[in-house]
């Protein structure tokens, strides 16, 4: 019993720092993603790319979404 317990709980510590930053990926995700879709010089940018303002104040709602969710495991 004891062995299936220490079993159980080295377990559940494997899986508690996974269930802490879910979704963290996914915000990295769209910030690669907004970066794809930007070009920092003008005569290049495509009418489908990103302004420079445009990424900033995207990057920065990421960012305070990532405070917001996991600031608390850090």
Do not use: C, H, Q, W
């Amino acid at each position: 019993m004891v062995e299936r317990l220490e079993a159980e709980l080295i377990f559940l510590d494997l899986v508690e720092p996974y269930n802490k930053a879910f979704g963290f990926t996914l915000l990295i995700d769209k910030l690669f993603s907004l970066f794809d879709t930007y070009s920092p010089d003008l005569s290049f940018r495509e009418s489908y790319e990103l302004s420079d303002e445009e990424l900033r104040n995207l990057v920065k709602n990421i960012f305070i979404e990532m405070k917001e969710k996991y600031n608390d495991n850090v």
